[in-house]
């Protein structure tokens, strides 16, 4: 998912001064040859500024102790769930500009959209968040009213209705 995109840009933000902290959740995937090892991940997490945390269960929890919601995809998904767990919670959105995230965050009003793998963007995007309080907190009340308006369950649930009859009509 561009977790080493975060990382680094963590790494930049915090070398220009921006009090910046990145957490890491959830655990290797030993099926994925393209994921991140336990190795890697905890040699990341004695990096200042950087936690590994593994799996969780509580999101809710998770969301409450965190200001961004940072997810440098690479593409080739559908909207994130974590993008969608983030913005119910009211936080801030900083992703990559490609179309399962950009199908919920708008750049400017719920969060920041950056180049997918734009290390250097990533880390502007956190400098300039970290710096910037009232703009986090409207970014996040954005997120979430922009869930509560389009993106619930039972909104997903009536698209997916309304298509099946509409192919049922063919």
């Known amino acids: 998912k561009g977790i080493d995109v975060a990382v680094e840009a963590t790494r930049r933000a915090r070398a220009e001064g921006a009090a ?9 995937d030993a099926t994925n040859p393209k994921a991140f090892s336990r ?9 200042p500024g950087i936690t590994w945390r593994g799996r969780t269960s509580d ?3 998770v969301w409450r102790a965190h ?8 593409g080739g998904e559908g909207l994130p ?4 767990e983030g913005a119910s919670c009211g936080r801030a959105i900083l992703t ?18 950056v180049p997918p793998g734009d290390v250097e963007a990533f880390a502007r995007a956190m400098v ?23 993106f619930t369950e039972r909104h997903v649930i009536d698209k997916v209705a309304t298509l099946y009859r509409e192919l049922a009509a063919q």
């Not at 910046?20 to 290797?28: D, I, K, M």
């Not at 769930?81 to 969608?84: D, N």
């Not at 990559?96 to 959209?113: F, K, N, W």
Request: aromatic share 2%; charged share 30%.
């Open 39 to 47: 190795e890697t991940l905890e040699g990341w997490s004695r990096q």
């Open 128 to 150: 300039s968040l970290a710096d910037d309080r009232e703009r986090v907190e409207r970014l996040g009340v954005a997120a979430r009213e922009r869930v509560l308006r389009g």
């Open 81 to 84: 769930r974590t993008l969608l």
């Open 96 to 113: 990559s500009d490609v179309p399962g995230c950009r199908a919920l965050v708008r750049d400017g009003s719920e969060g920041i959209l």
């Open 67 to 74: 200001h961004v919601c940072c997810l440098p995809s690479r």
């Open 20 to 28: 910046v902290e990145l957490s890491l959740y959830g655990e290797p």
């Open 59 to 61: 999101a809710a929890a």
